[in-house]
C-alpha cells in the first residue's frame, strides 16, 4: 500500500487536464475527442483503457461474497453487487445513504461497515448474530452506529462478526462467537463490543471470514489469533479452537495479517509472507497441498507491502512494484492470469494491474486498489460485483466511475454516455479475466 503508480504497457493514464469554458460545459463531447484520439494512437491489436482522475477517489475498497464497497475522498461510501439491502444487485457503484465521514469501508456477508473520522463505527445489513454491534439483533437498511467504540483506528469484518482497533492498541469484536472469534474467553454472541483478552498493542487487525477466527499484529511485531482452528489456522502448532489470544509460532517481524477461513497469512518486515493453515487449493503459495499448523514462506515473493485471504481457497498479495500477485484456487479467475478454471501452488502475476497499493478477495472476485485512487476488479460478475456494468451476468469490461447512481450518470451525461466498451480489443479476451474499475466519476457530493 506503499507503491507509486507504474502504467502498464497496455494501459493509457490520462492525468487532469485543464478545461476550457466551452469543454466543462461538453464533458462527453471532451471524453469522446479524448478516446478517438487515444485509439488513433495506438497500434492495431492492443487494448486501451482510459482512467479520467477527476473529481473523488477510492481510498479503500472492500470485496466480499458478492459485492464490493469503496470509500471515497468525499468521505462518503458506493457499492455494488449482490447488497441485499436495500435493493439486490447493482453492476455499478452506488452511494450508500447516510454515511458520511467514511475513511475505510469494510464489506461481508450481507452486511459492511465503515470507519468514520473521528473514530467511530457504523455498520448496516443483516445482524442475526449481532454483528452490527447496536446491542440489537435486527437487520437494518440504514447505518446503525456501533455503540462504545468512539476512537477505532482500523476495522475489519469477518463472516458473522466484526472487530475494531482503538488508538490505545487494544481490540474490541462483536457478532458471532460459537468457536471463540470474539477472544473473550466465552463462546457467547455479542451484540455489543466487547474486549479481546490481554491485547492492548495490536498494530493491525483482520478478523476471518467463514470459520469465525480473529489474527491482530502486534506492535512487537509478533501475530495472535483466535477462535476456530480446525486446520491449524491459528498457527500455534495444534487444531484446538481458543476463545483467547494464542501466538502463532515463529512470527516476530510481522506488519500485516489477513485470516480467512482456514488460513491466515502474514507480510514480514523483510517483504517476506509466511502462510498456515489449510492448503488443500495450494492456498499458502509454497509449492505444495499440505496444511500446515505453523506458519511457511510464500514461494518467490520477497517484496510482498500488502496481502488478502479467501476462504475459497486462494490469496493475493501486493509487491513493492504495484504488481499483485495471486496463488490457489481459479475456478472463477480469481487469480487474473487467464488461466481459469487452472488454480496455482505458487504466486503468479494478476495480467494487466500496475500502480496497486493495496488488495481485496471476495468469494469468486478481487479487486486492487490502485495509487490512482482507482481500482481493478477481476473474476465472477454474476452479481454485477466488478462493477463495470448495469445488471448481473454481463462479463464485458465497462467505463465505470465512482461516486454517481446511474440515475444521476443520466441527468448529468444523457442515458447512453458511458455505453459501450471500455477497451479496444484487437483479439478475444477471457470474458471473465479482467474488468476495470478506474475511472472516477465526478461526484454530485462535494469533496
Known amino acids: 500500500m506503499f507503491a507509486g503508480f507504474l502504467p502498464s504497457n497496455n494501459v493509457l493514464a490520462l492525468s487532469p487536464i485543464k478545461r476550457t469554458a466551452a469543454q466543462l460545459r461538453c464533458p462527453t463531447a471532451l471524453l469522446a475527442a479524448l478516446v478517438a484520439a487515444l485509439l488513433l494512437a495506438v497500434p492495431a491489436g492492443a487494448s486501451v483503457v482510459v482512467k479520467r482522475i477527476v473529481g473523488v477517489r477510492a481510498t479503500s475498497i472492500s470485496a466480499s461474497d458478492g459485492d464490493t464497497c469503496a470509500s471515497l475522498s468525499n468521505r462518503s461510501v458506493d457499492c455494488w453487487g449482490q447488497s441485499y439491502l436495500p435493493k439486490e444487485t447493482s453492476g455499478v457503484p452506488e452511494r450508500v445513504p447516510g454515511v458520511s465521514g467514511a475513511t475505510a469501508v469494510q464489506a461481508s456477508i450481507r452486511y459492511n461497515c465503515a470507519l468514520l473520522h473521528g473514530g467511530r463505527i457504523e455498520c448496516w445489513g443483516d445482524d442475526g448474530y449481532g454483528q452490527l454491534g447496536n446491542g440489537k439483533t435486527q437487520d437494518s437498511v440504514a447505518p446503525v452506529k456501533v455503540r462504545g467504540i468512539a476512537n477505532a483506528t482500523a476495522i475489519s469484518a469477518g463472516g458473522y ?30 451484540s455489543l463490543p466487547v474486549p479481546v483478552h490481554g491485547i492492548t498493542n495490536a498494530a493491525a487487525i483482520s478478523a476471518g471470514y467463514i470459520d469465525d477466527e480473529t489474527c491482530a499484529v502486534l506492535k512487537t511485531g509478533a501475530v495472535d489469533c483466535w477462535g476456530a482452528n480446525s486446520f491449524g489456522q491459528l498457527g500455534d502448532g495444534n487444531t484446538k479452537d481458543s476463545s483467547t489470544p494464542v501466538r502463532v509460532i515463529g512470527l516476530s517481524t510481522a506488519v500485516a495479517v489477513a485470516a480467512a477461513g482456514g488460513h491466515a497469512c502474514a507480510v514480514l518486515r523483510s517483504g517476506e509472507i509466511e502462510c498456515w493453515g489449510e492448503n488443500r487449493e495450494g492456498q499458502l503459495g509454497n509449492g505444495t497441498r499440505e496444511t500446515t499448523l505453523v506458519p511457511v514462506p510464500v514461494t518467490g515473493i520477497s517484496d510482498g507491502v500488502a496481502i488478502a485471504v479467501d476462504p475459497r481457497g486462494y490469496s493475493c498479495a501486493v509487491r513493492h512494484s504495484g504488481s499483485v500477485y495471486c496463488w490457489g484456487h481459479n475456478p472463477y479467475d480469481q487469480l487474473g492470469n487467464g488461466r481459469q478454471p487452472e488454480g496455482s501452488l505458487v504466486p503468479v502475476e494478476v495480467l494487466d494491474v500496475s500502480g496497486a497499493v493495496s488488495v481485496t478477495t471476495g468469494y469468486t472476485h478481487a479487486c486492487a486498489l490502485l495509487s490512482t485512487g482507482g481500482a481493478d476488479c477481476w473474476g465472477h460478475d454474476g452479481y454485477g460485483q466488478l462493477g463495470t456494468h448495469a445488471g448481473p451476468g454481463d462479463f464485458n469490461a465497462m467505463p465505470v466511475l465512482f461516486g454517481e447512481s446511474p440515475r444521476e450518470r443520466a441527468r448529468s451525461h444523457g442515458p447512453h454516455a458511458f455505453e459501450g466498451p471500455a477497451r479496444a480489443r484487437g483479439r478475444h479476451q477471457p470474458a471473465n479475466r479482467m474488468a476495470r474499475l478506474s475511472r472516477p466519476r465526478r461526484s454530485t457530493t462535494s469533496d
Open 161 to 190: 462478526h466484526a472487530c475494531a482497533l482503538l488508538a490505545t492498541g487494544s481490540v474490541y469484536c462483536w457478532g458471532r462467537n460459537v468457536r471463540g472469534a470474539l477472544g473473550d474467553g466465552s463462546l457467547a454472541d455479542s
